[in-house]
């Protein structure tokens, strides 16, 4: 198959950026830096390294002109301790940075920290909800995979299996074993509450950016996480209440006494009714958070909620065919493509594509996403056949 020809300019004028401009970038797992470097003719950098590496691997694309296929340098950077004051992209005031969580070590939390903290994908979804709410945005919406493999999650990966224990142990259910037993059988349920746990502080105001438990400068609230399924879970009550967090049901929502210094998640709304119904939880003008989390599925069967003058997508991260999309407030939606492994990437790695002020469709993303792979790796990069680019 013909080489992939990028349009003149490079490889940026096709991200949408002039050649010689400056360049998105892409972490890796277990990285805490990212580079950015630009040739005339354009060059985009992405790294990975292996969860806990020390050192990254980066592979840089050499644009040339029209017509001439990419080449490849390759560079090692030094260690990396953080001292940059990267903790996981996304800027504190604009949103985005150029980078996708890392696949998939941003589910868990880093050595030394605490559980409920979670790891990159709760830091950046705090950091988003604090930008929206300090912008006066009080109705969200923040939606990612609950678990790292969520289209497995009926089958069970070893990824997703790590995570449980993750769940278990912050919801204090890891110990016996009929508790245990309960996450493992509704995975997605309990997920979904530690994901309470973790974004509580920034729904609370605790810490300059909702970062961390037991801040100061909080507002002493209670974050009310309304759930939406018939799992019971009584033995995490107590864990979700350490971290400010009460659990009910949706259902008796009639019963919910809400005060001024309190916020409301509704886990998993799913149906357009259930989105109205969780809308009308807090009245409108009221300017207490409202927050719908990961809902597994819209019947609008797009990017999104079914309710978008109601809902602010705070945090959306979301795989589509070929790739995924992300959407960090006030930032743009970012389309990002999966490239299939290399000797030097063996778990593959992500380029963005686009970025956009206004909410792309999801068909288009994903036929554009596809179309891209198509004619840049031809059939060798689907991430489940071993042979044609898996990884997974």
Known sequence: MAAFAPPSGGLVSLL????????????RPGSTRRLTRVSPAGCVGRGAVALGGFRQ???????????????????????SNGDDGDDGGGGQDSGGGNSLPAMYEAWFAPSGAAPVEG?????????AITRALDAGVTRLEVCFPCVPNVEELAYGTALNQAFG??????????????????????LQSFANVYWVCALAPALL??????????????SGGIVHALTTDSVGKDRAAAAAAAAGVRVSSLRARASLAVGPADAVVVVDPRATDTWRTAAAVVPPGDATPLVAL?????????????????FEPAFYLKRVSKGWILREYPGPWEVWLETPPTAASPSGGVEMLSATAAKPRLGDVSKALRGVSLNRFGIF???????????L
């Open 16 to 27: 949408g950026g002039p050649a010689g401009a400056a360049a998105p970038t892409s972490r």
């Open 57 to 79: 691997r980066l592979r840089l694309w050499q644009v040339g002109p029209a017509g001439a296929p990419p080449s490849m340098a390759t560079e090692t950077l030094g260690s």
């Open 119 to 127: 790891g990159e994908l709760a830091a950046r979804a705090r950091r």
């Open 165 to 186: 224990y993750q769940v278990a142990d912050t919801l204090g259910m890891r110990d016996d074993g009929r508790s245990y037993r309960l996450v493992k059988t509704y």
């Open 205 to 218: 105001r605790k810490g300059g950016d909702g970062g961390g438990l037991g801040d100061g400068g909080g």
């Open 294 to 310: 990961n809902a597994s599925f819209t019947e609008t069967y797009g990017l999104g909620g079914p309710l978008p003058e109601v």
């Open 381 to 391: 990069n689907d991430r489940w056949a071993p042979g044609f680019g898996g990884r």
